[in-house]
Nanobody, 121 residues
């Protein structure tokens, strides 16, 4: 059974940084494209960024470019999201997802439980 366990969310002031982690168990991690999605209150869950199984290719939405960095360590079965210069509009529940189909619009096979990121102004 696949599990995606996220950690690293929290409360931060505008301009601050956070690093999210998502660890996978139950499958061969490197087979999966991994992505980070976010969902703000009253809004849909949207893709923020994604990375291929090898880590060689990444994609970011315009709002994430230059501030967010997705990376992965296949030896640790973990994907990361480094966020800098956070803004109040980044406030959302962040979900990691694993997919074997779709690029760059990945279609997740599995979801993490979500971790809250709150950016205060």
């Amino acid at each position: 059974q696949v599990q995606l366990i996220e950690s690293g969310g929290g409360l931060v002031q505008a301009g601050g940084s956070l690093r999210l982690s998502c660890a996978m168990s139950g499958r061969t991690f490197s087979m999966y494209r991994m992505g980070w999605f976010r969902q703000a209150p009253g809004k849909e869950r949207d893709l923020v960024c994604a990375i291929t199984g090898s880590g060689g290719t990444t994609v970011y939405t315009d709002s994430a470019k230059g501030r967010f960095t997705i990376s992965r360590d296949n030896a640790k079965n973990t994907v990361y999201l480094q966020m800098i210069n956070l803004k109040p509009e980044d406030t959302a529940v962040y979900y990691c997802a694993a997919s074997t189909t779709g690029w760059p619009n990945m279609r997740p096979d599995y979801w993490g439980q979500g971790t809250q990121v709150t950016v205060s102004s």
